[in-house]
């Protein structure tokens, strides 16, 4: 099997045996992202720390984790994750009530009607999808989402505005840095895992 194998290619300091094991391990469509960062730290491949936990705290919900996976991470690592959800949480909701003033073209000729559909846009669009658990969109992915709705009742030219000045706004990157720093916090405990 291929923890076998990692762990002869390593003992026995075999390169092309690791990279192997690596690639094939890379190619299983459904591997554990328990086991994805404790064979990471295990065997010293960086990338899957960063894919295993990113999927950790993206794509598994709390109430899904076994026993057996909390082993595998240990106390600290379970820390890193809990506090990784618990900011990303806060943070989408941080972004999805603090709702952007519209910005009108100077060519609008139905500013109330701008403001209320650009509302409505907010609201029903991008802090229901932002704070949705089943979708794992990024701010950005859902701000390019809203590019693509209709919204009849505002002009394009408030809603092209509007969705720029979002997009510029400061804090639209912020999971990265909560992913960063969760991620800091998992690596300095990951003397446990070797």
Not at 117 to 125: G, I, N, S, V
């Amino acid at each position: 099997n291929l923890v076998t194998l990692l762990r002869l290619a390593q003992f026995f300091d075999m390169p092309r045996a690791h990279a192997f094991a690596i690639e094939q391990f890379d190619s299983l469509e459904n591997r554990s992202p328990f086991l994805q960062v404790q064979l990471g730290f295990a065997h010293r491949v960086e990338d899957w720390v960063r894919t295993g936990f990113r999927r950790l705290v993206k794509d598994v919900p709390m109430e899904e984790i076994t026993v057996e996976d909390a082993d595998r991470l240990g106390g600290q690592g379970m820390l890193a994750v809990a506090s990784a959800k618990v900011g990303l949480m806060e943070y989408r909701n941080h972004l999805a009530y603090d709702w952007p003033e519209p910005v009108f073209s100077v060519t609008c000729s139905t500013e109330i009607g701008c403001r209320l559909a650009w509302k409505r846009l907010w609201w029903h669009e991008f802090a229901k999808v932002l704070l949705h658990p089943d979708y794992n969109f990024t701010p950005r992915e859902v701000l390019q989402h809203l590019e693509r709705v209709d919204v009849t009742s505002m002009c394009d030219a408030c809603k092209l505005l509007t969705l720029e000045a979002v997009k510029n706004r400061e804090g639209l990157d912020g999971e990265e840095e909560i992913l960063a720093s969760s991620l800091g916090l998992l690596i300095s405990g990951g003397v446990w895992l070797l």
